[in-house]
């Protein structure tokens, strides 16, 4: 019975468990920030607020409570789309929250009507390789020397794809 309690309290100061859900213009300062602090080429708030404002971008935002702890953001066109992000929070990481907020982010392409869909990671990006596999994408081609790092090092790119059905 402690043990309940305990998690509700812990549960309750956190916010309450994470949720999915369409980003909102409002957003644009919060995910450009979770951007910035996750890739070495950051996107910019005025970014995400064109993203935001287009009709053939899909953003989700995973929140708990007021705290925006992920994103991923996907551009259509016609029945395929490509995912050209996503991220959870450093200090949320490796409890699987990925995995739920792709997999919403891919329930609503697919009631948008998509069919194929593509993905580029960066070979050495064990976490998200593993979410992608996971979630059914196959690599199917690979680019070389496609990323330039902060030190210049070059690195290499898959291409992931998956079909919906
Ligand atoms: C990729 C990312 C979104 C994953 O988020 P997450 O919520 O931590 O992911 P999960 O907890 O669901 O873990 C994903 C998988 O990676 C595995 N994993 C985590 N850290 C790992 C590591 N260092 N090495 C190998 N595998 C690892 C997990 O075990 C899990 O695999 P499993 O389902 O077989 O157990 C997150 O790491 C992130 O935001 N990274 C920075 C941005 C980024 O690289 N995005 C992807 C760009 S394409």
Known sequence: MMGQIGS????WWRGGDPVIEPAIPRDATHLAQLHGASFHRGWGEAEFET???ERNTLVHRLRQGRKIIGFAVSRLAADEAEILSIAVAADQRGRGLSRDLLMTHLGHLAGRGVRTIFLEVEENNQP???LYERAGFAV???RERYYRE????????LLMRRDLS
Do not use: S
């Open 8 to 11: 509700w309290l812990r549960g």
């Open 51 to 53: 993203m935001l404002a």
């Open 128 to 130: 998200a390789r593993r």
């Open 140 to 142: 199917v081609g690979r």
């Open 150 to 157: 902060a030190n210049g090092e070059q690195l290499n790119a």
